[in-house]
């Protein structure tokens, strides 16, 4: 709990500093000419929207009769993610960052050694994971091409219709390389390869998961 504390504070903070970008972008661009008012830069508030499929891997290790053990979980997923803030200047924004990931029927894999078991999950069980966080976008001019980076604190969720099991928050990131077409004077929509990361705490009754997502989004930014 003590680091779901920590990333709330630092995703208002983001959206803080996002909107005191927006004040001063704005103050900066009234002296520029109406050339530099195309749409062919970011300025102001900023909101986007990624959403997608992919492929998730989370699991864990264990030191078992002198032998390490791995315990995993994998399968493809849907993914949606959605960043809000404010463009500090030319083309890079900071922005609070909320990302959600569902696996539904994940496959089971147990590892020790050369020998490997492959398992399934009940129709209804469904793997999922949360970030909340912060962090930049940064566009590359005209082309519109962009990268973001976020961080923030993660919680992983297992469930099916007979129980609920939520890991406790660890840490984590968000990765997206995208390319957008302007689609009018604010609107732009493309697409974006994205990764995502996490590692949550070892407690007295789970143990540390370490896992990723990978994938591919539509991207929508309001600008």
């Not at 102001?44 to 053990?69: P, Q, W």
């Not at 959605?82 to 909320?98: P, S």
Request: net charge negative; hydrophobic share 40%.
């Amino acid at each position: 709990m003590r680091l779901i504390r920590l990333a709330l504070p630092l995703c208002v903070v983001a959206l803080l500093l996002g909107v005191s970008g927006v004040a001063a972008a704005q103050d900066s661009e009234s002296s520029e000419s109406s050339s530099d008012s195309s749409p062919n830069h970011h300025s102001g508030l900023m909101l986007r929207v990624t959403a997608g499929a992919g492929y998730a891997n989370t699991g864990f290790r264990e030191r078992i009769v002198g032998s390490d053990v791995s315990f995993g979980a994998y399968g493809p997923t849907l993914e949606l993610d959605a960043a809000l803030g404010g463009v500090l200047f030319r083309n890079f924004a900071i922005h609070g960052t909320v990302q959600y990931w569902a696996a539904p029927n994940p496959n089971l894999r147990v590892r020790s050694g050369s020998y490997t078991i492959d398992g399934s999950t009940s129709d209804d069980t469904m793997l999922s994971g949360l970030l909340v966080g912060g962090g930049v976008t940064a566009w590359l001019g005209e082309s519109n091409v962009y990268g973001s980076a976020s961080l923030g604190a993660v919680m992983l969720r297992a469930e099916n219709d007979r129980f609920r099991e939520d890991s406790d928050w660890g840490f984590g990131g968000q990765a997206l390389l995208g390319k957008e077409w302007w689609l009018g004077s604010s609107l732009g929509i493309g697409l974006a390869a994205a990764f995502s990361w996490h590692v949550t705490p070892e407690t007295s009754t789970s143990p540390s998961l370490r896992g990723y997502t990978a994938g591919g989004r539509l991207s929508f930014t309001l600008n």
